[in-house]
């Protein structure tokens, strides 16, 4: 596919959204990236939906003139995945931002893709309840759905792809279907809301989500601890995962992003290997949790344990970590964050990690890890001068051997950034050419067109 004029299908959306179309400059180029270290692609129009019925129109006109279409929520994505690589049409949805309905007695709401994680918690703290899932940004529930977000609760509670009940979806040719209804379980028919979950908007453009939630814990406590290597830190995350201790979230920033956070944020953290957790409960379930995982971890060399059920020391202490990327990136010149992720079963990630640390240094690249060690995902987030063309090179060739490590342990390319243009190849590295293949047929029987953010996910040579 290679990128043509579109100019006769923008003014056909005009004469059907008005104003709602957009060939600003400066809105063209906001639509042209994300938070990644791919290049940007302006796209030719931005189209901000109001509604589903907005949506549908602007799916039908882009159909019918084969133009590309790339949902948009709030651009934090790290591969590429809202970047219009064809151009054609940006339809950004962060207008649709309502939360629709709330059911304390279900424990589930409703609402646009619009609608940003920040904001759904304030709404559901209103209620008791909240939305687990966090992938650091304020992304919009969308996009999460879109890409299979999930962070650093996913060890409790789960991602995404556990979370989400219901979507309202728009099909490539305008038509509007629901896919589940309310029920907490059903066995009706094929699985279509987690076909369109993880799908990066290749499929159809999300445009209600129906999500599970929970009760606000009675007590929430934060807890540090150091630890003199990363393995040792690592084979004490496995043991508490193993005996079922019930941690909510349980996060691993080695030395060099402890040393990037307390420069960044402020904070005064040991410069050593840290795990960062926290855990929800009643008083006495927390209180039994915290010590049998701090009984754990002493076992496997952590010291220096410190608690706190402080709102604001909780909240600094999370905000530092999901500052990490942005402390690592102020530390080398002229850097551009290149921030990729792996998953491994949970038995081989020592091994990973290690390895992976081991490369970093032979290969001259400064990339702290940092990991959402519970369910075995981890990051590396590497700040590179994207002028610096050798360091890039180099860049390049370690991220390529991360991924066939994680794949030579049964690992995944990906745990939660999704495929977008950066993990093409990859994918038929990981699954193969005949599953990446069905993949393909799927598409290609709901989007004969192709329209729908081509070239993410499945690589070219599959049509």
């Given at each position: 596919?290679?990128?043509?004029?579109?100019?006769?299908?923008i003014?056909?959306?005009?004469?059907?959204?008005?104003?709602?179309?957009?060939?600003?400059?400066?809105?063209?180029?906001?639509?042209?990236?994300?938070?990644?270290?791919?290049?940007?692609?302006?796209?030719?129009?931005v189209?901000?939906a109001?509604?589903?019925?907005?949506?549908?129109?602007?799916?039908?006109?882009?159909n019918?003139?084969?133009?590309?279409?790339?949902?948009?929520g709030?651009?934090?994505?790290?591969?590429?995945?809202?970047?219009p690589i064809?151009?054609?049409?940006?339809?950004?949805?962060?207008?649709?931002d309502?939360?629709?309905?709330?059911?304390?007695?279900?424990?589930?709401?409703?609402?646009?893709?619009?609608?940003?994680?920040?904001?759904?918690?304030?709404?559901l703290?209103?209620?008791?309840?909240?939305?687990?899932?966090?992938?650091?940004?304020?992304?919009?529930?969308?996009?999460?759905a879109a890409?299979?977000?999930?962070?650093?609760?996913?060890?409790?509670?789960?991602?995404?792809?556990?979370?989400v009940?219901?979507?309202?979806?728009?099909?490539?040719?305008?038509?509007?279907?629901?896919?589940?209804?309310r029920?907490?379980?059903?066995?009706?028919?094929?699985?279509?809301?987690?076909?369109?979950?993880?799908?990066?908007?290749?499929?159809g453009?999300i445009?209600?989500?129906?999500?599970?939630?929970?009760?606000?814990?009675?007590?929430?406590?934060?807890?540090?601890?150091?630890?003199?290597?990363?393995?040792?830190?690592?084979?004490?995350?496995?043991?508490?995962?193993q005996?079922?201790?019930?941690?909510?979230?349980?996060?691993?920033?080695?030395?060099?992003?402890?040393?990037?956070?307390?420069?960044?944020?402020?904070?005064?953290?040991?410069?050593?290997?840290l795990?960062?957790?926290?855990?929800?409960?009643?008083?006495?379930?927390?209180?039994?949790?915290?010590?049998a995982?701090?009984?754990?971890?002493?076992?496997?060399?952590?010291?220096?344990?410190?608690?706190?059920?402080?709102?604001?020391?909780?909240?600094?202490?999370?905000q530092?970590?999901?500052?990490?990327?942005?402390?690592?990136?102020?530390?080398?010149?002229?850097?551009?964050?290149?921030?990729?992720?792996?998953?491994?079963?949970?038995?081989?990630?020592s091994?990973?990690?290690?390895?992976?640390?081991?490369?970093?240094?032979?290969?001259?690249?400064?990339?702290?890890?940092?990991?959402?060690?519970?369910?075995?995902?981890?990051?590396?987030?590497?700040?590179?001068?994207?002028?610096?063309?050798?360091?890039?090179?180099?860049?390049?060739?370690f991220?390529?051997?991360?991924?066939?490590?994680?794949?030579?342990?049964?690992?995944?390319?990906?745990?939660?950034?999704g495929?977008?243009?950066?993990?093409?190849?990859?994918?038929?590295?990981?699954?193969g050419?005949?599953?990446?293949?069905v993949m393909?047929?799927?598409?290609?029987?709901?989007?004969?067109?192709?329209?729908?953010?081509?070239?993410?996910?499945?690589?070219?040579?599959?049509?």
């Open positions: 596919m290679s990128i043509v004029s579109h100019s006769s299908t003014d056909e959306l005009r004469l059907v959204l008005g104003d709602k179309v957009s060939v600003n400059q400066t809105m063209r180029e906001h639509h042209s990236k994300d938070e990644s270290f791919h290049l940007p692609t302006l796209p030719d129009a189209v901000y109001t509604c589903t019925e907005d949506v549908a129109a602007t799916l039908k006109i882009c019918k003139n084969c133009t590309p279409v790339v949902a948009f709030a651009g934090t994505s790290l591969e590429g995945n809202s970047t064809y151009g054609g049409v940006s339809l950004d949805v962060s207008q649709m309502k939360v629709l309905r709330i059911s304390q007695e279900d424990l589930d709401c409703t609402l646009q893709p619009g609608v940003r994680r920040k904001q759904l918690n304030e709404i703290s209103t209620h008791g309840l909240f939305f687990p899932v966090d992938p650091g940004a304020d992304a919009t529930l969308g996009g999460m890409t299979g977000a999930s962070g650093t609760t996913t060890v409790k509670y789960g991602a995404m792809k556990e979370l009940m219901s979507l309202t979806v728009v099909t490539p040719n305008g038509e509007v279907i629901t896919t589940s209804r029920a907490r379980k059903t066995s009706a028919g094929y699985d279509l809301t987690h076909l369109f979950v993880g799908s990066e908007g290749t499929l453009v445009t209600e989500l129906t999500l599970r939630v929970f009760g606000i814990p009675e007590v929430i406590a934060a807890a540090t601890m150091q630890f003199p290597s990363l393995r040792s830190a690592v084979d004490g995350v496995i043991e508490v995962i005996y079922g201790i019930g941690v909510a979230r349980i996060e691993l920033l080695d030395s060099d992003a402890v040393s990037a956070v307390n420069k960044y944020s402020d904070t005064n953290l040991p410069e050593q290997t795990l960062l957790m926290e855990f929800h409960g009643s008083a006495e379930s927390t209180a039994i949790d915290i010590a995982t701090r009984e754990v971890l002493e076992r496997h060399g952590g010291s220096g344990f410190v608690q706190t059920t402080d709102e604001a020391e909780r909240r600094k202490l999370w530092a970590r999901h500052d990490t990327s942005l402390a690592c990136r102020s530390l080398v010149k002229n850097a551009k964050n290149f921030a990729t992720d792996v998953c491994v079963p949970i038995s081989r990630l091994d990973c990690i290690e390895e992976t640390q081991a490369d970093l240094v032979a290969s001259k690249l400064f990339g702290p890890i940092i990991g959402h060690v519970g369910d075995g995902n981890f990051h590396v987030v590497l700040s590179v001068d994207p002028e610096d063309h050798p360091m890039v090179e180099r860049m390049e060739q991220h390529t051997r991360l991924v066939e490590r994680a794949l030579a342990m049964e690992g995944t390319c990906t745990g939660e950034h495929i977008g243009m950066g993990k093409i190849d990859y994918l038929v590295d990981e699954l050419n005949e599953a990446v293949g393909a047929t799927i598409k290609k029987a709901l989007d004969p067109n192709r329209i729908m953010n081509p070239g993410k996910i499945i690589a070219e040579t599959f049509f």
